[in-house]
């Protein structure tokens, strides 16, 4: 069996796709795969392609055992819709070029990682090229999560970008989503398409608390009497970030709780600013980090902080960042309506529940947090149990691998 993964992001950049398509690809090739990945320049989240890739059309590369083919890919800092736009359309172009100059002729599968979505065009026309199954895997509603988030309002674009959407439905041989609430979507959208649910996931054998020691408290100042709420990821406009420091305003007197917002993304410097104005001292900025340091970051910290803004598109979304906490006896505060919720609050047990952009409503189960934290064991305890038994990577890349084979 030859699968082809045909993605805008894969390590060493950081993130949930990557890490998520990354290990996918790894288990697969261990149950016989022929895996390659089509990918571009390293360059997300800081816009910026990495020294060695800087400069070249094309790369191959092999990452254990993988077949790793990057193409060029325009990047800018600019947060305005061209800039966007030129950098989807980019990588749309010059991996298709390189998909059928560069890649054997045949694959028996393509799988395309969307969004964006406009990768799609030149995924569907390599896999007719290849004389392959299409595969869109779809991690994100768009456009209609650009929609509502406010980035995209032109109605004649929004207009194209839902046709192509449709197009690119009709012609896939099966529709992956990450998770239920996408699935859902889809189906009652178009009930005759064959879809399946292919959530995000956790390496329990690298995530393993009990195998690590960690000293990252002491090297980064925090005490051990300090409480420590981390937020760590992509800090974007999806976030929602602005409640976190606002519920640290209302907690200024809150000796032991100490804010940590860990990341890059194109909100980050507005953050820093709003910190400054609201003269916060219990909030610390760090720096992104490499897959390698996170576990010894979540051994060290007390709680994770996971929000979105309180919209109805993402009352289906589950924030990937929750399964390596709870793997690791993290329990989260979430701010995430909808089916995050169900799972991992109702079912699991393994956290509190906050209304999404309601600061004053975090403030407060900060607070009850501080106030019984013979609680933080017990729901961490509780997490972990939920995502061995429920999202172990090694388990969701063979259900994966049977559906492939059904086809």
Not at 49 to 60: F, H, L, N, S, T
Request: aromatic share 12%.
């Amino acid at each position: 069996m030859k699968l082809l993964i045909h993605t805008q992001y894969f390590p060493p950049e950081v993130g949930a796709p990557q890490n998520r398509l990354y290990e996918l690809a790894l288990r697969l090739q261990k149950l016989g795969v022929e895996v390659s990945v089509l990918t571009a320049m390293p360059n997300y989240p800081q816009m910026e392609i990495q020294a060695e890739y800087r400069g070249k059309k094309y790369v191959y590369e092999e990452m254990e055992g993988l077949k790793v083919h990057r193409s060029s890919i325009f990047v800018s800092k600019s947060k305005s819709i061209v800039r966007r736009l030129m950098n989807y359309f980019s990588f749309v172009w010059s991996s298709y070029w390189v998909g059928k100059s560069k890649l054997e002729d045949q694959f028996d599968y393509v799988l395309c990682e969307s969004p964006p979505l406009f990768l799609g065009i030149s995924s569907f026309r390599l896999a007719k090229n290849k004389k392959a199954k299409f595969i869109f895997n779809v991690s994100d509603l768009w456009p209609e999560s650009a929609e509502k988030l406010g980035l995209v309002s032109n109605p004649i674009f929004l207009k194209m970008a839902t046709a192509l959407e449709e197009y690119l439905y009709k012609k896939a041989t099966l529709i992956s989503g990450q998770t239920m609430g996408i699935v859902n979507n889809i189906q009652e959208r178009f009930p005759n398409k064959k879809l399946y649910w292919l959530p995000n996931g956790v390496d329990l054998n690298y995530y393993k608390p009990e195998n690590i020691q960690s000293n990252w408290r002491e090297e980064n100042g925090f005490s051990k009497e300090d409480k420590l709420f981390l937020y760590a990821g992509i800090i974007g406009h999806a976030q929602g970030l602005e409640v976190i420091l606002k519920a640290a305003e209302f907690l200024k007197n809150e000796k032991k709780a100490k804010f940590i917002l860990l990341g890059s993304g194109p909100c980050k410097a507005d953050l820093q600013i709003m910190a400054e104005q609201l003269s916060l001292t219990n909030v610390t900025f760090l720096d992104a980090v490499t897959k390698k340091e996170m576990p010894f970051i979540l051994k060290a910290i007390d709680i994770a902080i996971i929000p979105l803004k309180k919209l109805d598109l993402f009352k289906g979304a589950i924030p990937s960042k929750i399964f390596e906490n709870l793997a690791m006896k993290v329990p989260i505060l979430l701010g995430v309506e909808g089916e995050a919720k169900k799972l991992f609050i109702d079912e699991a047990k393994a956290g509190v529940f906050f209304e999404p952009e309601n600061a004053l409503d975090l403030s407060e189960k900060v607070l009850e947090i501080l106030k019984n934290e013979d609680k933080i064991k017990e729901l961490g305890e509780n997490g972990a149990k939920y995502v061995a038994q429920k999202f172990n990577r090694d388990t969701l890349a063979q259900l994966f691998y049977n559906q492939l084979r059904s086809l």
